[in-house]
T-cell receptor, first 116, second 115 residues
Framework: DAMVIQNPRYQVTQFGKPVTLSCSQTLNHNVMYWYQQKSSQAPKLLFHYYDKDFNNEADTPDNFQSRRPNTSFCFLDIRSPGLGDAAMYLC???????????????FGPGTRLLVL | AQKITQTQPGMFVQEKEAVTLDCTYDTSDPSYGLFWYKQPSSGEMIFLIYQGSYDQQNATEGRYSLNFQKARKSANLVISASQLGDSAMYFCAMRGLGAGNKLTFGGGTRVLVKP
């Protein structure tokens, strides 16, 4: 089945130690997104790639970076995780091109990040 | 700017009964899409149903239906014949034509189905 895959499902890191979360998709979608979701809150968009074009949200901290080496994979790098970065990180994809209001985003299972 | 409001933070429903989750929205875009997602405790966001602003009929997908009232700017989700597996957080979301690829989410409603 076509899907969005996130590894690992749980990630424990130390305060200040760089960590990378990965996302892959078999949907061949053009757009990939990274969301941060804290407990009992709605997901918050960090950034997204439309093909190779990177789009950062204005309030995304510089501590968060992303890479998309090819259509299938996208990575979230947290350069120096703080305690406040502990959250669920959700990857999503959509077909693109943008402009259609009905474009559905499909989410992966998420990675729960714990910062010690 | 777009805004989604879900006024019910949590609710209980008896198994096999129907439940309606409220969602109101605000946008100046003439064309927009409305989505409902389900998020179980495992964390995955599961797409349930979509309604386009120009769709004449209310969307239905199995036990899910969307009660779309454009003039009232509401897009309520109805779950019929609730099952224990429906216990989850439910998010209403919107995407406007002028919003690029961005989805705006409501605050969510937690549903607990009682046996």
């Amino acid at each position: 089945d076509a899907m969005v895959i996130q590894n690992p499902r749980y990630q424990v890191t130390q305060f200040g130690k760089p960590v990378t979360l990965s996302c892959s998709q078999t949907l061949n979608h053009n757009v990939m997104y990274w969301y941060q979701q804290k407990s009992s809150q709605a997901p918050k968009l960090l950034f997204h790639y439309y093909d190779k074009d990177f789009n950062n949200e204005a309030d995304t901290p510089d501590n968060f970076q992303s890479r998309r080496p090819n259509t299938s994979f996208c990575f979230l790098d947290i350069r120096s995780p703080g305690l406040g970065d502990a959250a669920m990180y959700l990857c999503a994809t959509s077909r693109g091109p943008s402009g259609g209001a009905g474009e559905t985003q499909y989410f992966g299972p998420g990675t729960r990040l714990l910062v010690l | 700017a777009q805004k989604i409001t879900q006024t019910q933070p949590g609710m209980f429903v008896q198994e096999k009964e129907a439940v309606t989750l409220d969602c109101t929205y605000d946008t100046s875009d003439p064309s927009y899409g409305l989505f409902w997602y389900k998020q179980p405790s495992s964390g995955e966001m599961i797409f349930l149903i979509y309604q386009g602003s120009y769709d004449q009929q209310n969307a239905t997908e199995g036990r899910y239906s969307l009660n779309f009232q454009k003039a009232r700017k509401s897009a309520n989700l109805v779950i019929s014949a609730s099952q224990l597996g429906d216990s989850a957080m439910y998010f209403c979301a919107m995407r406007g034509l002028g919003a690029g690829n961005k989805l705006t989410f409501g605050g969510g409603t937690r549903v607990l189905v009682k046996p």
